[in-house]
């Protein structure tokens, strides 16, 4: 049974110390300790001197069950892996393999034991390099018990989020037909808001947006400007894919309104726990209907955050895994 993991990964959002703790460490390795399992932490961002020694060194020490890495880039060398496979069960969470396979994950994927991947479309595809030991999760939420049903509004409609070419070009439509979003995050004006403030835009946004950040092809976009097509042509991220907003938005008490991604209906009956939209045209619609009917759009956001925070935290996805882990180490 695994009770002792070694875990590596980062302690800073971006691995930086002034962007506060990291959503991977309050997700993963507190989730793994609020469980109870004996977790030793190394972290890819402490100033180690030898961070490959300091990981070998640790895992000689403590001899962990498991070792759990989320491998982002290559903070992990090669030989470092070759010799924790070779003593130990280790175990990666490949996140982003709708874009990132080809080029990140399948040039690691054999140097760990098993693998836990969010992209149901990358499992073969993991089979094809010889890779058998797939395990299938999702990215996910914080819990929260914030009371979710008497709400005081502070805004309609608002996104929070990086200001990416696409996000800003879509904001901006919206706002030439009549709808306003508040937008937070990096290169808006409103700036990068707290995990806690976070928390409590979603709930007291009567609409969340979930706007896309992989390549648009929206020809009125594209159109608008130049540099749109030259920054598509470019973008490595040219997949969708289900990120951890869309759970958070309703664990955290809001109704959500996403951009439609493949898969997306293996955790949420859209249209009666999430709305989705495919459009620009869809989310105008979209928004002023909700907007207007205020007893639809909150059946749907109160069914959606009881969805979400009975299946959809991160303690739901470790449980699940582990037992997956469990059974490949045997």
């Excluded at 130049?226 to 809001?254: C, D, H, M, W, Y």
């Excluded at 009917?293 to 699940?320: C, M, P, Q, S, Y």
Aim: hydrophobic share 35%.
């Amino acid at each position: 049974m695994i009770k002792k993991i070694l875990y590596i990964g980062s302690q800073y959002e971006y691995s930086k110390k002034e962007n506060g703790e990291a959503l991977n460490k309050k997700a993963f390795y507190n989730s793994f300790v609020a469980l109870g399992y004996d977790v030793i932490p190394v972290w890819y961002d402490n100033d180690s001197t030898d961070l490959q020694k300091e990981i070998l060194t640790q895992a000689k020490n403590i001899k962990p069950d498991i070792v759990f890495c989320i491998l982002q880039e290559n903070q992990i060398e090669i030989e470092t892996l070759k010799s924790l496979k070779e003593n130990f069960f280790t175990v990666n969470w490949f996140g982003d393999d709708q874009w990132r396979f080809d080029n990140f994950s399948s040039k690691y994927a054999n140097y760990f034991d098993a693998c836990i991947t969010t992209d149901k479309f990358s499992v073969d595809k993991y089979k094809e390099i010889g890779q058998e030991n797939i395990i299938r999760s999702q990215w996910a939420s914080l819990p929260s018990t914030v009371d979710y049903e008497k709400v005081e509004y502070k805004y309609d409609v608002t996104f929070i989020g990086g200001a990416s070419r696409f996000r800003q070009w879509f904001v901006k439509e919206l706002e030439k037909r009549g709808i306003k979003v508040h937008c937070f995050g990096f290169n808006w004006d409103n700036g990068r808001v707290s995990y806690e403030e976070m928390e409590e835009i979603f709930l007291t946004s009567k609409i969340n947006l979930n706007i896309s950040n992989s390549t648009q092809y929206d020809i009125r976009y594209l159109l608008a400007n130049p540099r749109n097509i030259i920054n598509t042509l470019r973008a490595a991220k040219n997949k969708s894919q289900t990120k951890a907003r869309i759970f958070e938005i309703p664990v955290q008490g809001g109704f959500e309104l996403t951009e439609y991604v493949p898969s997306l209906e293996d955790y949420f009956n859209i249209g009666e726990e999430i709305s989705c939209y495919r459009d620009i045209d869809e989310a105008e619609l979209l928004i002023k209907y909700y907007l207007a009917h205020d007893d639809e759009r909150e059946a749907i956001k109160l069914a959606g955050v009881k969805r979400a925070r009975l299946e959809h935290t991160f303690k739901n996805r470790i449980v699940d895994f582990m037992l997956e882990v469990e059974k490949i180490k045997g």
